[in-house]
């Protein structure tokens, strides 16, 4: 089993800045792809950016230039540093951790946070 947990959720104006972090847990040997999604009221979840475990990203055209996404392998934590915030941005934020290796040898895919909600607002 692996579980994920979001933090550093909350609420802030126009333009500030806000950090996520997501750490994974179990029996964990490595993790392929980390990222993070999200899900505005009454839309579909949709990528924010990826990492994989090389450090390879890939941002959303709309957070390009504004968030950030890095990780530590060793700790299976990824970041997401989300700066000139839009209320746009407001959603529930998830973490995901894709392809991962057991410590048995096995993989297993698409594992999901419960989600941690940004609200960006004045």
């Known amino acids: 089993q692996v579980q994920l947990l979001e933090s550093g959720g909350g609420l802030v104006q126009p333009g500030g800045s806000l950090s996520l972090s997501c750490v994974a847990s179990?029996?964990?040997?490595?993790?392929?792809?980390m990222g993070w999604y999200r899900q505005a009221p009454g839309k579909e979840r949709e990528l924010v950016a990826t990492?994989?475990?090389?450090?390879?990203?890939n941002y959303a055209d709309s957070v390009k230039g504004r968030f950030t996404i890095s990780r530590d392998n060793a700790k299976n934590v990824v970041y997401l540093q989300m700066n000139s915030l839009k209320p746009e941005d407001t959603a529930v934020y998830y973490c995901?951790?894709?392809?991962?290796?057991?410590?048995?040898?096995?993989?297993?895919?698409?594992?999901w946070g419960a989600g941690t909600l940004v609200t960006v607002s004045s």
């Open positions: 990492i994989t475990s090389s450090g390879h990203t």
């Open positions: 995901n951790a894709d392809r991962v290796r057991t410590i048995f040898g096995d993989y297993s895919f698409a594992h």
């Open positions: 179990g029996r964990i040997a490595s993790i392929n792809t």
